[in-house]
């Protein structure tokens, strides 16, 4: 029996769940979305070619499987028509298979404009520059703009006008950059509305009549556990909340309709912005964990920092997720380093702080690494001693079961354990 399961990133993202996700969604009849936005970037590798996903859910590249971008994603509908219009050559039916919350706020090109201003001032914490931190603050700061305000035209243009007038004052003397024209966003938001109308749903109904109707749904996280609003390393973090809960609140739905989470954490750690991260290698391994992973955002292209695997940060995320079992991916990059280091704790406390992540000094283990190229194994028979070892150690020092390895960018390219 097939159960509703979230997806969810044990790191800061990056951990390779668009490609779990896609691996998974053949067995599911709905894959929803339920936080952030375009900020993210999800590859799936399908019939050879890299597709990369920002808004829509991932898996939707697998038969009649429905994709939902839920009430508590923010949408900006540009770069959401792009996207489907890149889908529609790997699928010319997909726009009938995908539901966008009415409930979802809008990203607005002020929101946009104010993210890469503040980016460049001593505000930036690295963000995406996509303006998702500035919509979530609208939408919390009750003048946000939602979907379904698309369709009532007259009160649309009234709050637009209201919204780009505090704006434009914003923009202007704090900022000291050019107003927008409020007549230019409107039209421009008009057109996607026709654009976006046949896909506009209530994304409490379709996916809570999936999960009464007895139909399996899988729910897919963005970002990661230490990206999380409240719980992640603040105020270097997104502005959702990343972790398991989110998903009944961000599809209308009950908390318990999630019935079990599976985690994804990468065989090592990255972060790509700004942030405390105790284990970055800014030295030989740092640099070749980024060459050999490919480790440069699908978002934003920015070379991602890389490290270590940091037991304590992924128990710390498992434990907030309610995690049991994870996918440990991108195993294969670690091939060809002779000891492997991993963070086993931390010299002041073996516990994950994220209030105190600026001080935390890692304790290493080092265990022998394999040299084998392991991209072709698909039997976890066939994977060398030592990288079974490296994943036994990972799973003794976490307690959390690793359930399958990634040991590449192919959909198949996947060993369960
Ligand atoms: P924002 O979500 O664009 O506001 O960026 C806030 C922080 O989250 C920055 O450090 C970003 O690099 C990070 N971030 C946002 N989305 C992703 C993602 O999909 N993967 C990895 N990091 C992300």
Not at 92 to 118: G, N, W
Not at 291 to 305: H, I, K, Q, V
Not at 347 to 361: G, Y
């Given at each position: 029996?097939?159960?509703?399961?979230?997806?969810?990133?044990?790191?800061?993202?990056?951990?390779?769940?668009?490609?779990?996700?896609?691996?998974?969604?053949?067995?599911?009849?709905?894959?929803?979305?339920?936080?952030?936005?375009?900020?993210?970037?999800?590859?799936?590798?399908?019939?050879?070619?890299?597709?990369?996903?920002?808004?829509?859910?991932?898996?939707?590249?697998?038969?009649?499987?429905?994709?939902?971008?839920?009430?508590?994603?923010?949408?900006?509908?540009?770069?959401?028509?792009?996207?489907?219009?890149?889908?529609?050559?790997?699928?010319?039916?997909?726009?009938?298979?995908?539901?966008?919350?009415?409930?979802?706020?809008?990203?607005?090109?002020?929101?946009?404009?104010?993210?890469?201003?503040?980016?460049?001032?001593?505000?930036?914490?690295?963000?995406?520059?996509?303006?998702?931190?500035?919509?979530?603050?609208?939408?919390?700061?009750?003048?946000?703009?939602?979907?379904?305000?698309?369709?009532?035209?007259?009160?649309?243009?009234?709050?637009?006008?209201?919204?780009?007038?505090?704006?434009?004052?914003?923009?202007?003397?704090?900022?000291?950059?050019?107003?927008?024209?409020?007549?230019?966003?409107?039209?421009?938001?008009?057109?996607?509305?026709?654009?976006?109308?046949?896909?506009?749903?209530?994304?409490?109904?379709?996916?809570?009549?999936?999960?009464?109707?007895?139909?399996?749904?899988?729910?897919?996280?963005?970002?990661?556990?230490?990206?999380?609003?409240?719980?992640?390393?603040?105020?270097?973090?997104?502005?959702?909340?990343?972790?398991?809960?989110?998903?009944?609140?961000?599809?209308?739905?009950?908390?318990?309709?999630?019935?079990?989470?599976?985690?994804?954490?990468?065989?090592?750690?990255?972060?790509?912005?700004?942030?405390?991260?105790p284990t970055?290698?800014?030295?030989?391994?740092?640099?070749?964990?980024?060459?050999?992973?490919?480790?440069?955002?699908?978002?934003?292209?920015?070379?991602?920092?890389?490290?270590p695997f940091d037991v304590a940060?992924?128990?710390?995320?498992?434990?907030?997720?309610?995690?049991?079992?994870?996918?440990?991916?991108?195993?294969?990059?670690?091939?060809?380093?002779?000891?492997?280091r991993i963070a086993v704790g931390y010299?002041?406390?073996?516990?994950?702080?994220?209030?105190?992540?600026?001080?935390?000094?890692p304790k290493y283990?080092?265990?022998?690494?394999?040299?084998?190229?392991?991209?072709?194994?698909?039997?976890?028979?066939?994977?060398?001693?030592?990288?079974?070892?490296?994943?036994?150690?990972?799973?003794?020092?976490?307690?959390?079961?690793?359930?399958?390895?990634?040991?590449?960018?192919?959909?198949?390219?996947?060993?369960?354990?």
């Open positions: 029996m097939i159960m509703n399961l979230a997806i969810v990133g044990l790191q800061w993202g990056d951990e390779g769940k668009g490609k779990i996700v896609d691996y998974l969604a053949r067995n599911f009849d709905v894959n929803a979305r339920y936080q952030g936005g375009s900020n993210a970037g999800h590859t799936v590798r399908y019939k050879g070619e890299k597709v990369i996903f920002h808004q829509v859910p991932c898996g939707v590249l697998n038969g009649n499987i429905q994709g939902v971008i839920g009430g508590g994603c923010v949408l900006d509908p540009k770069i959401l028509l792009e996207e489907i219009q890149n889908l529609t050559t790997y699928d010319p039916a997909i726009k009938d298979r995908i539901r966008i919350s009415k409930f979802c706020h809008l990203i607005m090109p002020y929101h946009i404009l104010i993210d890469e201003i503040r980016e460049g001032s001593k505000q930036a914490i690295g963000t995406t520059k996509k303006g998702i931190g500035v919509a979530y603050e609208d939408k919390y700061g009750r003048t946000g703009l939602r979907v379904g305000d698309l369709y009532n035209v007259e009160s649309f243009e009234k709050k637009l006008s209201i919204n780009i007038s505090r704006k434009n004052l914003i923009l202007m003397d704090v900022y000291h950059a050019e107003p927008l024209s409020d007549n230019e966003i409107f039209d421009l938001y008009m057109g996607y509305a026709e654009e976006l109308r046949s896909m506009v749903a209530d994304d409490t109904k379709i996916v809570g009549e999936a999960i009464d109707a007895g139909k399996n749904v899988l729910f897919e996280g963005a970002q990661g556990a230490m990206l999380d609003i409240d719980y992640g390393t603040y105020p270097y973090v997104t502005s959702s909340h990343t972790v398991a809960s989110s998903v009944g609140i961000g599809l209308g739905i009950p908390p318990y309709s999630v019935e079990s989470v599976l985690g994804v954490a990468k065989a090592y750690t990255t972060r790509v912005g700004q942030g405390p991260f970055e290698d800014s030295g030989e391994l740092g640099k070749l964990l980024r060459e050999s992973g490919a480790e440069f955002g699908s978002t934003t292209g920015r070379p991602r920092r890389c490290g940060l992924v128990k710390y995320a498992a434990r907030i997720n309610g995690v049991k079992e994870m996918v440990l991916t991108k195993l294969d990059v670690l091939a060809g380093i002779d000891k492997i010299e002041s406390n073996d516990e994950m702080d994220p209030f105190a992540t600026e001080q935390l000094v283990i080092e265990v022998p690494g394999f040299a084998e190229d392991i991209s072709g194994v698909r039997s976890s028979g066939d994977l060398p001693d030592n990288a079974l070892n490296y994943i036994n150690v990972i799973e003794e020092h976490t307690g959390i079961k690793v359930s399958h390895v990634s040991v590449g960018p192919e959909r198949d390219a996947i060993v369960k354990m």
